[in-house]
């Protein structure tokens, strides 16, 4: 009976959720932004699994609304949940050319550079599937290795097995490297109209410089209602946990 009611509770909140979405959908196509919003984040407060479709139109409707860091925030959050969406990535660009900072992005460069072309081609996830694909290819070749008689399909196989145990390592280094990339870049979206950057964690301390809404910046530490965050030039600072919202 418990179970029945469980499915019946998870049934109707995908039914209201699916209803609001489309419900925002509809808002969004007769230019109602401000009913479009309301119906996407009402979908936030009851989807426990939230899609990069939902926070893209989210996004779509908050720039149609020129609320800079709601749109930019929505943006990133649908590229977090799918890192290669082309929509999200463009349409991030167009709403941050209508914030005020202007901040250099330092490039990588060297062994480090190549390392992370490489594994940012594609989700953690998607690079433990492919290590599922390749251990299942090891499997198929230790077969044919070892029922085979003829010594040339021998020899394919078995130079197969290395082939994918190579390919194996290097997907599985892949998949630990995005992840603990993910895990640690802890990226924010200054919502505060103006936020002063300190030196220290303290309404006393020194500003250094101001941020204005829609700036990404990445935390680094947090000490009580503050938090000290790096830009893309490798400035950091302190400000306060209200002015910013995390991404992840």
Known sequence: MKNILYILLLSTQFFFAQNGFEKGNAYYEKAKYTEAVAAYESVLKTQQQHSSELYFNLGNAYYKLNQVAPSIYNYEKALVLNPND??????????????????????????????????????????????????????????????????????????????AVFLLLMTLVAAIIEKSHFDTEKPAIVFAEMANVKSEPRNGGKSIFVLHEGTKVYVKEVIEKWKKVQLTDGTEGWIESSAIKKVK
């Open 86 to 163: 082309q929509g999200s990535i463009n349409n991030l660009k167009f709403a941050q050319k209508r914030t005020i900072d202007e901040i250099k992005v330092i490039p990588k460069v060297g062994f480090a550079k190549l390392v992370r072309d490489f594994t940012g081609i594609y989700h953690y996830n998607t690079w433990g599937w492919v290590s599922v694909g390749l251990a299942a290819a090891f499997l198929l070749f230790f077969i044919g290795y070892y029922f085979l008689q003829r010594t040339l399909p021998k020899r394919i196989f078995f130079f197969g097995m290395f082939l």
